[in-house]
Nanobody, 120 residues
Framework: QVQLVESGGGLVQPGGSLRLSCVAS????????MGWYRQAPGKQRELVAN???????NYADSAKGRFTISRDNAKNTVYLQMNSLKPEDTAVYYC??????????????WGQGTLVTVSS
């Protein structure tokens, strides 16, 4: 079984910064793409950014220039550095990973989410 645990959410003022972390644990042979998604109240979940095992990144237009995704493959961890936060960034942020397990299965795993609130 594989679990993702996010941390780093909280309340921040507009213009502030937060760094989210997501650690994967369990029966993992290899981690493939990892990413961050978010879901604001009343809206659909949307991609924020993702990163391949080799470090290739992809960002939503709303995140470009403000957010940076990175990963530490040795620690099975993905990060999201968020700068210049805006009230419209308020959402629950979810981590997702594509994992090859020790049972030789390729699965998609989601974390439980961490709330980011941007407000003065």
């Amino acid at each position: 079984q594989v679990q993702l645990v996010e941390s780093g959410g909280g309340l921040v003022q507009p213009g502030g910064s937060l760094r989210l972390s997501c650690v994967a644990s369990g029966s993992i042979l290899s981690m493939y793409d990892m990413g961050w998604y978010r879901q604001a109240p009343g809206k659909q979940r949307e991609l924020v950014a993702n990163i391949s095992y080799g470090g290739s990144t992809n960002y939503a237009d709303s995140a470009k220039g403000r957010f940076t995704i990175s990963r530490d493959n040795a620690k099975n961890t993905v990060y999201l550095q968020m700068n210049s936060l805006k009230p419209e960034d308020t959402a629950v942020y979810y981590c997702k990973a594509n994992v090859f397990t020790s049972g030789f299965l390729s699965i998609e795993v989601w974390g439980q989410g961490t709330l980011v609130t941007v407000s003065s």
